[in-house]
């Protein structure tokens, strides 16, 4: 018995060091990451002000006085990142419910493997049929020119994100201990008000941690996005406007760019500060887990 629990404690210890030394590893390749980014944009950070960049609306490097600006790209990734999430956080939460608490065995064993299937599908099929499907469904039933938008590519986005939030949200689900349901039905509650108040609280910090995972892949989707939200160089008034997200921006430019220009630098300088949105993103739902953490705590 006392060598079972020796082995036992040295195969923890194995596997928090390992843990601990992947965690400090991918920490500095994050920080390595902007640190090449930093300098591979730093001649753009001194020639034209943070503020300048970040609040310019035209972007025309390659022009006789080079302008960079890309707070038209600023605006038109929140709105088609945001706007995939508005469509899909209620909808994956709800799926996420019924497949952990309501769905029958064999419905429930029959879609989780198609979410995985949806998750490995290339972006550019989801691009492709969004620009077959979707954009003509546009054309056609609202007589427009054309039916690209952030608002189509907000719906394609969210279908792409949506897997991710339904698998994760459910997974937090299921680990919350079977002894809280066991309590609930035993008090006599109903069981939609048990999910309601006693599952969902609990289960917060994870699906939380889905809506992180699902908005790092809208905000840094670009095929679809590219082929969807009309890529214009221009600040958009609205949702269903048509713009330029910074994915879509670097994409385009990149291969065009050449290296040691400031239009090459301004590429890097958009991606850098595309990492610091999601980085931000990251930092403000950790602080909501950690409060909802504690609120839960207290409950």
């Given amino acids: ?54 609040s310019g609306t035209d972007w025309r490097p390659v022009a006789a006085v080079p302008q960079l600006g890309i707070a038209a790209m600023i605006a038109s990734t929140l709105w088609v990142a945001g706007g995939s999430l508005l469509i899909a956080a209620p909808l994956g939460f709800g799926s996420a419910v019924f497949l952990a608490e ?80 066991h309590a609930g039905l035993a008090l006599g509650v109903s069981r939609p008000y048990m999910v309601w108040r006693i599952l969902l609280p609990l289960a917060g910090k994870g699906m939380l941690g889905a809506l992180v995972l699902a908005l790092g892949r809208a905000l840094g989707e670009t095929m679809a996005v590219l082929m969807l939200a009309g890529n214009i160089l221009l600040f958009p008034s609205s949702w269903f406007s048509q ?41 403000l739902i950790h602080a909501l887990q950690h409060k909802l953490k504690n609120e839960v705590s207290r409950f």
Wanted: hydrophobic residues 60%.
């Fill in 1 to 54: 018995m006392f060598i079972k629990t020796r082995d036992k404690s040295i195969a923890e210890k194995l596997i928090v060091a390992a843990l601990t030394t992947s965690a400090i590893i991918f920490g500095f390749m994050l920080i390595a990451i902007l640190l090449f980014m930093l300098q591979e944009s730093w001649a753009v950070w001194s020639e034209i002000s943070v503020w300048s960049f970040l």
């Fill in 102 to 181: 309501f769905a029958p065995f064999w419905l429930a064993a029959v879609l989780r493997p198609v979410l995985n299937i949806l998750t490995g599908i290339p972006s550019v099929v989801y691009g492709f049929l969004g620009a077959a499907v979707l954009v003509r469904y546009f054309e056609s039933s609202f007589d427009l020119a054309t039916g690209e938008s952030l608002f189509a590519a907000s719906l394609v986005l969210a279908i792409m994100i949506l897997p991710y939030i339904i698998s994760n949200s459910e997974s937090s689900l299921r680990s919350v201990p079977l002894e809280y349901r």
């Fill in 243 to 283: 713009g330029e997200p910074l994915p879509a921006l670097i994409a385009l430019e990149l291969g065009s760019a050449t290296p040691g220009t400031l239009h090459y630098q301004g590429l890097f300088a958009a991606g850098f500060v595309l990492l610091l949105i999601v980085i931000a993103i990251n930092i």
